[in-house]
């Protein structure tokens, strides 16, 4: 039976065929994995925004993580916080709206930048802190993709200022502290998360993670409405 998603689809005839076929490839191609049903359209999507299939072992989850993000998505009471205008800048806006999402991101704020230059740490942090002093953290979908920092802070703000996101896409990219970064982000066990493991990641992947959410999200709706899902 032919997928059912409409609003987080391609929004033409011609670009659902592509995408389709290009996961299909990718199954194809894949070889084995051990990512269950739920976990694997998050993996597969992200193997699609990079055309790498090292994402393949690398991409981590706990094992809240799909059903926290989906519950999140679901509840029309979530937000994303991002580390950089990227990410905000790649999800896609009808498929937010649909779920009565807002993307905040901070880096490039007056206030932000004065207060990293003061305090002589990075950008990424202080806009971490103005997340959280917002009350934005909470019950959030927080995606970093670029700051290595952002994520460390972000840490820091759950163990020690009760932060609570819904979930974290930790995704920095890097050569500094970006593996460190995700595996001090996967040893909380509070707060879900999905990371990827060693110096790989980059704001397009946590743009694919969410995108990979929303879609489960939807999907999870019209299956209760007795739509079934392919």
Known sequence: MPNLNTVTEQLTAAGRAIEHDSFAVIDREVGPHVYDAQQWPVVRRMIHANADFDFNGLTDFHPQAVAAGVAAIRSRASRVVADVEMI???LSRPRLSHFGIVGYQFISDADVIERASAEGTTRAVQAMRKAHAHGLLNEAIVGIGNAPTALIELVRLIREEGAKPALVVGMPVGFVSAAESKDLMAELS???????????????????????????????????????RP
């Not at 060693?198 to 409405?225: F, N």
């Open 190 to 228: 509070e707060v879900p998360w999905i990371v990827i493991r060693g110096r790989k990641g980059g704001s397009t992947l946590v743009v694919a993670a969410i995108h990979a959410l929303l879609g489960l999200a939807e999907a999870e709706e019209l299956a209760e409405k007795g739509l079934h």
């Open 88 to 90: 905000c800048v790649g």
